[in-house]
Structure formats: structure tokens, C-alpha cells
């Protein structure tokens, strides 16, 4: 039954499972000596519930359950002292639970180890909650008569006008000796939800832990310890700091802060990453492959104008597929503007067509960052100006210089693309020319920008600016 129970529920090796069953074989013995109902539990694939894989009831004694419970489940919120002790692998003392059959029983945890340290599974010892009562009220009255730890908590303790009652954080202070004297709201609310079912008032540091921690070694290393912990499906960070009167060390404080969402979030960006990374990976391809299709198709046409429109348009898609390439290798949706400008730069050369072989293009300015809409736009503006420049400004020239300069501005930045070719009349530019349409185009509609241009004898200069997000 136990194999047959870890095979369905957990992911334990053969190993473990045979350690299980050679503790199995005892527990009658361990029933019978500690008077009480004995259970192996492990931990199923859900974080919030074990699966009894083993029981035995005592002899000498009237056993709390009426029916076997091996193969049930035992949540969190009902039995906290398994879970945790599962979770962590230390030992829960004396911690109220509720049984299969709806039972208020008294819990005492030890985890089952493997060879490797690793916890496979927890012993459960069991009593009547009744035979508890006792220790419990002394542990009651401790709270009460345990005094204040610091002055600064010497009038505000349990007070509803103390900061630390309205913060959401968990709050519990420690004595000395490690008992719990003060839990704020959010300290009840959380032990709540993680299934405890006492006072958390009164508990010794042992039963509260969440990480591990030995109260002792935090006494002794009075420095700020803060760690991470995945209780169930919270998961908590958790600080530590030493409390001091006169300079002598009375207590332990204990901060759990709830950071769940935040690594959800963390983790749903993470997904989100690196769908946006394969999205613009597979735009990117398709693009080249655009390109390279019609690049083939060119080649078998024997027009020189023909040629150069296929020409024209490959370098127009492959100006697109830049910026699907960064951002695809950055996996989020901003690219940094000059890497953009300097990978249509190299595209530009090495498709443009120009008779001047010695061209010099530089990029100067500001560093900027643009989401993938506006850099996929500022890229077609670009690479149509870096065209036009090396296919008619240096005509009659041996050799020639294009600058690209970056300008961050307060709501609106600019980018200036400036040759010093043979320059023209700006009047005279045709109205019908599909390279200034385009940029027009997308500076007014996608940019919300302007576009000016000045042209003369020593060269040309094309501004066009976009508004900041």
C-alpha cells in the first residue's frame, strides 16, 4: 500500500520508498511507546497537501480514529505542523491540528531523511488535544508574564496605536529563551493561512520558524539576517534582528513579508520575455527571408531600373528586420537607437547602391531607448534617408561622409541624418517620390513628429524629431 500510495501521489526514487517501508514496519513499536496515533506522511505535487502513507495506533491506549486515514490527504490549513515540517525539515513541537474525522488532536513532526539529507517524509505523533491543555495554559500564562523586551515597544505592545499593528508585514517578537511575547495582525493572519491553529502568543521560536533559522545562532550573530523561503505556494522573505536594552541583547524580532505576487510577476515577465524574444526571432526571419526571395528573383531580371527598385525594397525590409533582430536577442520591447541606427548603417553599405566606394557614416549623440513600435519606425525613417544619400549625393564625388546625430530632448527627441554631398533643390523635390512619402508618412502618422530639410552646395541636413514616451 505505502509503495503503491508514493508511486501515485509523489516523486520519491525506489530508494526512498524502501527507507519508508523499513520505518513502516516499526511504527506499531514507536505507537506503543509514545501512546499515541502514529503516521507517515509525504508530500504530494500539491504544495499544500501530504498523503498518509503509513499509520499505526496504540495498544495500550484508545486510539483517536475510528477508520484508517492511510491514503487520505492532509492539508495545510488543517494539519500546518506536517507541511511545515515537510517544507523546512525541522521538527514541530505540540502543534494543534484537525483530523481526517473532523478531530482537534496535538501534533509532535520529525522529518524521515534520506541518505542524502533530503526530506522524504514526516513521522506523526498524535494525542488528544485534552492532555494539552495543561501545558497550554502555562504557555499562556508565560506569555502574559514574559517581560517587555525594549523600551521602545514598552507602552505599545497589543496597542491598535502602534505602527506595527496596521503593518501588513508579520511582526513576532521572541524572549530570550525564544517564546513568542508579541505578534502584530499581519503575524496572526499569515500563521492563520499557513494552518495554525493556536495563539501563535506563547509559541516557542522552534514551532514558528519558517526557514531553518536556530534561534540560538540569531542571538548569538546579532547581525541583520534576511532569507527567502516557499512555504505551500507563498512565498516569504523573512528578516531577523536582534533586540537590545542597555546594550544587552533581550529578544529576536522576526519580519515575514508575503512576496508572492511579486515573484509571480516576477515569473509572468519572465514567460512574457521570452514569448516577446521568439515572436520578433521568428518576424525577423521571416523578413530575411522575404528579402532573400526577392533578392533571387532580381538576380534572373536583366533591367538595371527594375533591379534597383527590388534593391530599394529588400534594404527597406531588412531595415525592419534589424529591429526585430535586437529585440529578439534583448527579449523585451526596448532597443537602445544607436545599435538600431549602427545595424542599418552596415545593411545600408552593403545593399545601397552608390558609384562612390569610399563613404564614411557616423553616428553621434545621445543614447536613447524606444519601445519595438517607434524604433521599427525611426529604422524604415532612417534607412530611407541613409539610401537616398548614398544613391544621389555624391554623384561626380570620390568619396563622401554621412553623420547621424542622436538628440534627447524633454518631450520631444530628434535625429539628424547630414551628408556633405553635392546637395539639391528642395523645391524641386517630385511629389510623387515614394522614398519622402514614406518618411513623411511615418513621421506624421506612426512619430507624431515634423520633418525638415535643408539642402545647398556643401550638402544636405534631414531632421525629423518624435515625441518621448
Known amino acids: 500500500m505505502l509503495r503503491e500510495l508514493c508511486n501515485k501521489y509523489t516523486d ?7 527507507k519508508l517501508e523499513s520505518i513502516s514496519k516499526v511504527l506499531p513499536i514507536i505507537a506503543d511507546l509514545v501512546k499515541a496515533d502514529v503516521f507517515i506522511d509525504c508530500m504530494t505535487s500539491d504544495p499544500n497537501a ?15 480514529y475510528e477508520y484508517s486515514v492511510v491514503g487520505e490527504l492532509a492539508y495545510r490549513k488543517n494539519e500546518p505542523a506536517a507541511l511545515r515540517t515537510l517544507d523546512i525539515g525541522m521538527a514541530t513541537r505540540d502543534l494543534k491540528a484537525l483530523t481526517q474525522e473532523n478531530k482537534n488532536v496535538r501534533q509532535n513532526v520529525v522529518p524521515i531523511q534520506n541518505d542524502k539529507g533530503d526530506v522524504i517524509g514526516v513521522l506523526i505523533m498524535e494525542q488528544d488535544i485534552t492532555t494539552s491543555v495543561k501545558q497550554n495554559e502555562k504557555m499562556e500564562f508565560l506569555a502574559e508574564t514574559t517581560g517587555q523586551l525594549t523600551e521602545s515597544l514598552l507602552n505599545v505592545k497589543d496597542s491598535e496605536y502602534t505602527v506595527t499593528y496596521h503593518i501588513n508585514d508579520a511582526i513576532i517578537i521572541f524572549d530570550q529563551q525564544g517564546i513568542s511575547n508579541y505578534g502584530n495582525p499581519g503575524a496572526k493572519k499569515l500563521y492563520e493561512e499557513l494552518g495554525y491553529r493556536d495563539s501563535i502568543i506563547g509559541m516557542h521560536f522552534e514551532n514558528l520558524v519558517l ?44 519580519l515575514i513579508k508575503d512576496i508572492t505576487e511579486v515573484r509571480e510577476k516576477e515569473k509572468e515577465i519572465i514567460l512574457k520575455s521570452v514569448a516577446i524574444r521568439e515572436i520578433h526571432h521568428r518576424v525577423k526571419n521571416n523578413l530575411q527571408t522575404i528579402a532573400s526571395l526577392l533578392s533571387l528573383q532580381s538576380r534572373r531580371i536583366n533591367n538595371d531600373l527594375v533591379n534597383e527598385a527590388f534593391n530599394v525594397s529588400i534594404n527597406r525590409i531588412l531595415g525592419i528586420a534589424v529591429t526585430h533582430e535586437l529585440l529578439a536577442q534583448n527579449g523585451v520591447d526596448d532597443v537602445d537607437l544607436k545599435t538600431i541606427v549602427t545595424k542599418i548603417k552596415e545593411s545600408t553599405l552593403r545593399y545601397g547602391l552608390s558609384m562612390v566606394d569610399n563613404i564614411t557614416i557616423s553616428i553621434e549623440g545621445d543614447s536613447l531607448t524606444v519601445n519595438s513600435d517607434k524604433a521599427t519606425s525611426i529604422a524604415l525613417v532612417v534607412n530611407e534617408l541613409l539610401q537616398n544619400s548614398i544613391e544621389h549625393a555624391f554623384d561626380g564625388k570620390s568619396d563622401g561622409s554621412i553623420n547621424i546625430w542622436i538628440q534627447k530632448g524633454n518631450l520631444y527627441s530628434s535625429m539628424s541624418v547630414i551628408d556633405n554631398g553635392k546637395g539639391f533643390d528642395v523645391k524641386s523635390i517630385k511629389a510623387d517620390s515614394l522614398g519622402l512619402n514614406i518618411v513623411s508618412s511615418i513621421v506624421k502618422d506612426k512619430l507624431q513628429g515634423h520633418l525638415d530639410m535643408y539642402s545647398g552646395e556643401n550638402g544636405t541636413k534631414i531632421i525629423f524629431d518624435f515625441i518621448n514616451e
Open 50 to 64: 501530504a498523503i498518509v502513507v503509513a499509520e499505526a495506533k496504540p495498544t495500550s491506549n484508545t486510539s483517536m
Open 211 to 254: 526557514d531553518g533559522c536556530v534561534f540560538d545562532k540569531l542571538i548569538e550573530e546579532p547581525s541583520l539576517k534576511i532569507s527567502e523561503v516557499t512555504v505551500g505556494r507563498l512565498t516569504l522573505q523573512i528578516k531577523y534582528a536582534t533586540l537590545k536594552r542597555h546594550n544587552v541583547i533581550t529578544g529576536l524580532t522576526m
Open 12 to 18: 520519491l526514487n525506489d530508494d526512498d520508498i524502501i
